[in-house]
């Protein structure tokens, strides 16, 4: 029987058919940790980026005038992709630190709200630090 089987099984006291009823925290005992905790902090990361990017590369590219260069236009959409990487990336490497420590599983969604939380924290003290003054 491996490990994995192991912890599916119902404790004998909860079977159908008799014996005393389960405690209320038989099942926080049993609980599995999350799979994939960073592959999920960072795949939320990566959806929080794009939306995030979506929303700042139309406000960057209106600001150009209407002859802008090629160059020009370029370096804007260069400067609007590269704003939101490190504010990507530090939630999501932290997030993945504290689900993978967590006893608890993480839903995708929680994950997903505690990044997008981190990522408009990090990305707000990136523009303060970025105004001149």
């Known amino acids: 029987m491996s490990f994995a089987s192991e912890l599916r099984q119902v404790p004998p006291s909860s079977q159908a058919g008799g014996g005393a009823p ?4 038989a099942s926080r005992a049993l609980a599995v940790p999350t799979s994939h905790p960073f592959g999920k902090a960072f795949a939320a990361a990566g959806i929080t ?3 995030a990017t979506a929303i700042l590369l139309p406000a960057v590219l209106r600001q150009l005038p209407v002859d802008a260069s090629s160059y020009a ?3 804007a959409t260069a400067r609007a992709l590269a704003q939101f990487i490190i ?3 530090v939630p999501a490497l932290i997030t993945g630190m504290v689900v993978s420590q967590s006893p608890r599983r993480w839903r995708f969604r ?6 997008a939380a981190m990522f408009c924290l990090v990305a707000s003290l990136q523009a303060a630090s970025a105004l001149p003054g």
């Open 22 to 25: 389960a405690r209320k925290g």
């Open 49 to 51: 980026y794009i939306v």
């Open 73 to 75: 236009l370029g370096y």
């Open 87 to 89: 504010a990507g990336f």
């Open 110 to 115: 929680d994950i997903a709200f505690s990044v």
